[in-house]
């Protein structure tokens, strides 16, 4: 993902995605697999194969070009923890260093299809920022925000203590 640094933050220009993306990636894009067709990035894939990928060089060269801020998206295996979650946890991490923007692109695009591993891309007892979102829940009352519990009807002390 490239971004562009604008007055109001960073807004992002375009997206790269490789060529064979994995099940566990794509079941993430869908909230039931099962009765899905199951055809998330199919015709983002032919724009590797038509004009001998032209398309996705321009837009990694535009990445190159205009972008400050280059991110990679990654995602985890969780097929390997034999849990019963099958959908990938997806994540973007920041690519810096290099000399401009051209070398960042390169180094992600050598990353495609590839296994990180935690080693690579983090140290021990490093410090890393975080950037979350938390899931909206909207207007809330106090039991709802504060796991305030509720009386039953017939208190003579109100409805919630």
Same mark, same amino acid.
């Given at each position: 993902?490239?971004? *562009?640094?604008?007055?109001?933050? !960073?807004?992002?220009? +375009?997206?790269?995605?490789?060529?064979?993306?994995?099940?566990?990636?794509?079941?993430?894009?869908?909230?039931?697999?099962?009765?899905?067709?199951?055809?998330?990035? +199919?015709?983002?894939?032919?724009?590797?194969?038509?004009?001998?990928?032209?398309?996705?060089?321009?837009?990694?060269?535009?990445?190159?070009?205009?972008?400050? *801020?280059?991110?990679?998206?990654?995602?985890?295996?969780?097929?390997?923890?034999? !849990?019963? !979650?099958?959908?990938?946890?997806?994540?973007?991490?920041?690519?810096?260093?290099?000399?401009?923007?051209?070398?960042?692109?390169?180094?992600?695009?050598?990353?495609?299809?590839?296994?990180?591993? *935690?080693?690579?891309?983090? %140290? %021990?007892?490093?410090?890393?920022? *975080?950037?979350?979102?938390?899931?909206?829940?909207?207007?809330?009352?106090?039991?709802?925000?504060?796991?305030?519990?509720?009386?039953?009807?017939? +208190?003579?002390?109100? !409805?919630?203590?």
């Amino acid at each position: 993902v490239g971004y *562009v640094a604008t007055p109001r933050g !960073l807004r992002s220009l +375009t997206t790269v995605f490789a060529e064979h993306l994995s099940e566990e990636f794509k079941r993430r894009c869908y909230k039931n697999w099962y009765k899905s067709k199951r055809k998330a990035y +199919t015709k983002y894939a032919k724009k590797y194969s038509e004009d001998g990928g032209k398309d996705i060089e321009h837009e990694l060269e535009r990445i190159a070009k205009f972008c400050n *801020v280059v991110r990679v998206i990654a995602h985890t295996q969780v097929k390997k923890l034999n !849990l019963r !979650l099958k959908k990938a946890h997806i994540m973007e991490i920041q690519v810096n260093g290099g000399a401009d923007a051209k070398a960042k692109v390169d180094f992600a695009k050598s990353l495609f299809e590839k296994e990180i591993s *935690v080693d690579s891309v983090f %140290s %021990s007892e490093e410090n890393i920022d *975080v950037i979350g979102v938390t899931k909206g829940r909207g207007y809330e009352g106090v039991t709802t925000r504060w796991g305030v519990t509720r009386l039953p009807r017939k +208190t003579h002390r109100g !409805l919630r203590k």
